[in-house]
Nanobody, 125 residues
Framework: EVQLQASGGGLVQAGGSLRLSCATS????????IGWFRQTPQSGREGVAC????????FYADSVRYRFAISSDSAKKTVYLQMNDLRPEDTAVYFC??????????????????WGQGTLVTVSS
């Protein structure tokens, strides 16, 4: 059974940092591309960052580029999202998602078939 478990959310002041983790199991980690998405009632679910299978290639939404960094640890089957210089508009529920794909899959949520539960990030001003 494919499982993804997101964690690491919390309350942080603007300008602060958080690191989210996405622990995975039930699939061959190196065969899957992983993405981070976030959702608010106002904006729906949007792609934030993605990483190709076997790590290496990454891609970011313009709104988070140069502030967020996605990485993966194949031995731990875990993907991370380091979030720096957080802003109130980053407040959202963050989800990780996986799809069997060679390379980068992009930030379209419909291209990912496996999803974890979300973790709430709240950034206060």
């Amino acid at each position: 059974e494919v499982q993804l478990q997101a964690s690491g959310g919390g309350l942080v002041q603007a300008g602060g940092s958080l690191r989210l983790s996405c622990a995975t199991s039930g699939f061959a980690f190196d065969d899957y591309a992983i993405g981070w998405f976030r959702q608010t009632p106002q904006s729906g679910r949007e792609g934030v960052a993605c990483i190709g299978n076997v790590g290496g290639n990454t891609f970011y939404a313009d709104s988070v580029r140069y502030r967020f960094a996605i990485s993966s640890d194949s031995a731990k089957k875990t993907v991370y999202l380091q979030m720096n210089d957080l802003r109130p508009e980053d407040t959202a529920v963050y989800f990780c998602a996986a799809t069997r794909f060679s390379g980068l899959r992009g930030l379209n949520r419909y291209d990912y078939e496996y999803w974890g539960q979300g973790t709430l990030v709240t950034v206060s001003s």
